[in-house]
């Protein structure tokens, strides 16, 4: 029988200022340098201002870890890891899998919505919901960094039973990884600053065979 959803974690020593300094110029860049190539009918699409733009052009126009980053390439020497335990939990040979990595970063502005404190369970809110409850579950992994995202929670419905709601409260520099299939989502920012994490895809070889040309890296 397979074994009950865990959640797996680190806590990193990167230095989180100098990682948000980058993660904004590359917000800025990506406008006005055009840095990731994207085809300029498309990129006048995007709203740098809109919240969720870097998120949604990270779907299929950049990953994270290609980015040459002290902290960044930190980041995905810890993801490793944590697969590595997430597969030991699950009795899954690592190696055979030949794990593929694809991440991007969220920066959110202020959002208050219905709440009025932190801690709300948004589950129901589609602003801040992920529905995935179609995820295959392990081998398949994702999971989230938090470089400014204090003080907030992410909420996991977990095998999608409105009656096992955990509450994430989410610590910067603490890198989290759980088996897909289990609907997420965070409660309200309320502070001028933005809301950064990082968040990440870890897929084996074999489900992209066939797939175009995209961004993943191997783990």
């Given at each position: 029988?397979?074994?009950?959803?865990?959640?797996?974690?680190?806590?990193?020593?990167?230095?989180?200022?100098?990682?948000?300094?980058?993660?904004?110029?590359?917000?800025?860049?990506?406008?006005?340098?055009?840095?990731?190539?994207?085809?300029?009918?498309?990129?006048?699409?995007?709203?740098?201002?809109?919240?969720?733009?870097?998120?949604?052009?990270?779907?299929?126009?950049?990953?994270?870890?290609?980015?040459?980053?002290?902290?960044?390439?930190?980041?995905?020497?810890?993801?490793?890891?944590l697969a590595m335990q997430a597969c030991e939990y699950y009795e899954i040979d690592f190696d055979s899998q030949k794990y593929l990595i694809h991440g991007w970063f969220n920066s959110d502005f202020k959002t208050l919505g219905d709440a009025n404190n932190h801690g709300v369970?948004?589950?129901?809110?589609?602003?801040?919901?992920?529905?995935?409850?179609?995820?295959?579950?392990?081998?398949?992994?994702?999971?989230?960094?938090?470089?400014?995202?204090?003080?907030?929670?992410?909420?996991?419905?977990?095998?999608?039973?409105?009656?096992?709601?955990?509450?994430?409260?989410?610590?910067?520099?603490?890198?989290?990884?759980?088996?897909?299939?289990?609907?997420?989502?965070?409660?309200?920012?309320?502070?001028?600053?933005?809301?950064?994490?990082?968040?990440?895809?870890?897929?084996?070889?074999?489900?992209?065979?066939?797939?175009?040309?995209?961004?993943?890296?191997?783990?």
């Open positions: 029988m397979k074994p009950p959803q865990k959640f797996f974690d680190v806590v990193l020593d990167n230095d989180l200022d100098s990682l948000k300094r980058y993660l904004s110029e590359i917000e800025e860049k990506v406008f006005t340098e055009n840095i990731l190539s994207i085809p300029s009918d498309i990129l006048k699409k995007y709203d740098k201002n809109r919240p969720g733009t870097l998120t949604q052009l990270g779907i299929n126009y950049y990953n994270i870890f290609t980015f040459v980053n002290p902290e960044i390439f930190k980041l995905k020497q810890a993801l490793r890891k369970n948004p589950i129901k809110n589609p602003s801040h919901f992920h529905d995935h409850s179609d995820g295959l579950g392990a081998p398949w992994f994702h999971g989230f960094y938090c470089v400014d995202a204090e003080p907030s929670s992410t909420f996991y419905k977990i095998n999608n039973d409105e009656n096992n709601i955990f509450e994430n409260v989410n610590k910067n520099n603490r890198a989290i990884l759980s088996e897909t299939g289990h609907p997420h989502g965070r409660d309200d920012w309320f502070f001028d600053n933005k809301r950064v994490t990082i968040a990440y895809d870890i897929t084996p070889l074999n489900n992209l065979v066939g797939v175009k040309p995209n961004k993943w890296m191997p783990l």
